[in-house]
Nanobody, 123 residues
């Protein structure tokens, strides 16, 4: 089993920054990658950013490229999402998740999910 706990969400204004954290515990050695997804009201889960646990290769959605940065601290089993230049369209519940597969953009390939943290960006 793996437990994922997100933190760091909140209400900010457009142009502000936030950093989300996701602490993992349990069988973390089973990960291939971790990712952040987001879900706005009435929409499906959207891939935001992913990182390969061993090696650190990253991948981003076009909508956040250049504004968001995903990173990890293997010693702390924690993944971060630094979000800069936030826009109102970034408003969503943000989830971290872990996968054993290389197809990291598909939410259906993820085994474990956190409870989510709300990010609200006002204009």
């Amino acid at each position: 089993q793996v437990q994922l706990v997100e933190s760091g969400g909140g209400l900010v204004q457009a142009g502000d920054s936030l950093r989300l954290s996701c602490a993992a515990s349990g069988r973390t050695f089973s990960f291939y990658a971790m990712a952040w997804f987001r879900q706005a009201p009435g929409k499906d889960h959207e891939f935001v950013a992913g990182i390969v646990w061993s090696g650190g290769t990253t991948s981003y959605a076009d909508s956040v490229k250049g504004r968001f940065t995903i990173s990890r601290d293997n010693a702390k089993n924690t993944v971060y999402l630094q979000m800069n230049s936030l826009k109102p369209e970034d408003t969503a519940v943000y989830y971290c998740a872990s996968t054993k597969t290389i197809y990291i953009r598909n939410p259906g390939n993820y085994d474990y999910w956190g409870q989510g943290t709300q990010v609200t960006v006002s204009s």
